[in-house]
RNA sequence: GGCGGCGUAGCCAAGUGGCAAGGCGGAGGUCUGCAAAACCUCUAUUCAUCGGUUCGAAUCCGAUCGCCGCCUCCA
């Protein structure tokens, strides 16, 4: 039994999709206003792991990654910048999918543009506006949290217990919320020459949390299986998904949450607002293979905060040859004593091995292909016999030629 | 101030009650004209500290110290 840590109840649950032998998940993807930065990727590699492990595992995979191209940060590059918003965004999500392919990352089933799905989205609000549970104030539109009982289900954070901007990384008196704790749906127009879209809900643009709901529920269903994301995501951003999706239907959202814990540089999380960040590119550039980087991405298990450095890198691209030498070496060994070839032996093992792992530790998805060493000095007769995270559907390192 | 996570060898890291995986690095060796590569062997009597529970604890409980993350548009 396949078993995930729920953010939402913090416990080891055994995972049951909704509809047998498919699983549905809703994976909080990239905001396309620059390069993505290998912290980012971190998460990326994992929901990559994620959904060929769930395949491995015999389900049929939907996910969609959401592509978010309005944003504040999105906004302000186009007004520097002196360019259209769909200039910016397709640019810079374009170098995204060329670095998702370099890292052998899989591209989700559906990637969903939030500027595409506007129509979804005003929907939503004219549903929670009807409902009591969102207001107009000076134009823009706020979701009441007093009028959703849970809020902080997720995050297990009390209102009470916070204070509004400690974390300092926001202007707290931006908007005229009637309760502090509220949050922006649709915003109002505020810098010359932002983009915003003419509609039924007045003219503005969708607030971050909104186009994750809008979407999921569009391509998954009111309800589905599994929501990925970042850390830094669980608040506020996807307990408010969840205020303003489950205000809306009245119906669970999604039932497992997933989180990836972050890559840090220096004892700190890597951030582009840190300026203590590094791209896929410019590891590239200093003559790092890219499965390099995606070895390091998964040398530890997704629930685990990595720390990034230049010895690790080397580790990753050491360990990674080795590997690689592994799999030439079982190519082209004899077959062994019963007739069977080396290969298949080594597949066989893999196989036997995982479905009694996972019963124990299965969250540790990130980690499940990240160790085939060969155990050769343990059993001299059978030099084939891999450690039994490997496998073979899960392509450990991603890399083509193994 | 509130909430959460972590602390295992020089470094990274697995392990959640029954003698401490693995990788990197390092040391020695085999092969090789030399070198490199490859391969082989070795490399933690002990799991931040202090108490407790137990026949038995890295694993469970309590306290302490240290580090990290979140606290309203960050993956």
């Known amino acids: 039994m396949l078993r995930f840590r729920n953010t939402l109840t913090g416990e080891l649950e055994p995972f049951i999709p909704l509809e047998e032998g498919r699983v549905r998940i809703y994976a909080c993807g990239p905001t396309v206003w620059n390069f993505a930065h290998i912290g980012n990727f971190k998460t990326f590699v994992f929901y990559d792991v994620l959904r060929r492990y769930l395949r491995f595992r015999g389900f049929e995979v939907t996910e969609v990654m959401n592509v978010t191209d309005v944003d504040d940060r999105i906004i302000e590059q186009t007004i520097e910048l002196k360019l259209s918003l769909e200039e910016l965004t397709t640019k810079y999500l374009n170098y995204f999918l060329e670095d998702m392919a370099t890292l052998n990352i899989e591209q989700p089933e559906v990637m969903p543009k939030a500027t595409e799905h506007i129509p979804e989205m005003v ?79 007045g003219t503005g643009r969708p607030g971050w949390h909104l186009e994750c709901s809008a979407m999921s529920m569009k391509y998954l269903g009111e309800t589905f299986d599994i929501h990925a994301g970042g850390e830094d995501l669980i608040f506020p951003h996807h307990e408010n998904e969840i205020a303003q999706s489950e205000g809306a239907t009245g119906k669970p959202f999604a039932r497992y949450w997933l989180h990836s814990k972050f890559l840090n540089i220096e004892n700190q999380k890597m951030s582009k607002r840190f300026g203590n960040f590094k791209t896929p590119r410019d590891l590239l550039s200093q003559g790092i293979e890219p499965m390099a980087i995606r070895y390091l991405l998964l040398s530890a298990p997704y629930r685990t905060q990595l720390n990034f450095t230049a010895d690790g890198l080397d580790a990753a691209a050491s360990s990674l040859d080795r590997l690689r030498n592994f799999v030439r070496r079982i190519r082209n060994a ?62 450990p390192v991603g890399d083509r030629s193994g």
Request: aromatic residues 6%; contains cysteine; proline residues 5%.
């Open 123 to 201: 929907a939503l609000v004219e549903t929670l506006l009807a409902n009591g549970k969102a207001y107009e104030a000076d134009g823009s539109i706020y979701f009441k949290i007093s009028a959703f009982d849970g809020y902080g289900r997720l995050s297990g954070k009390k209102l009470e217990g916070n204070e509004a901007g400690r974390s300092g990384r926001v202007d707290t008196q931006e908007y005229a919320k009637a309760d502090t704790s509220d949050f922006v749906l649709w915003k109002a127009p505020k810098l010359e020459g932002e983009r915003s879209w003419d509609t039924a809900i």
């Open 334 to 395: 004899h077959v062994t004593s019963n007739g069977e070839s080396p290969a298949s032996a080594v597949a066989k093992r893999m196989l036997e091995g995982i479905p009694g792992r996972d019963g124990r530790r299965p969250e540790h998805v990130g980690r499940a292909c990240g160790g085939v060493q060969p155990r050769e000095r343990r059993e001299p007769d059978d030099r084939c016999e891999v450690d039994h995270r490997g496998g073979p559907g899960c392509d």
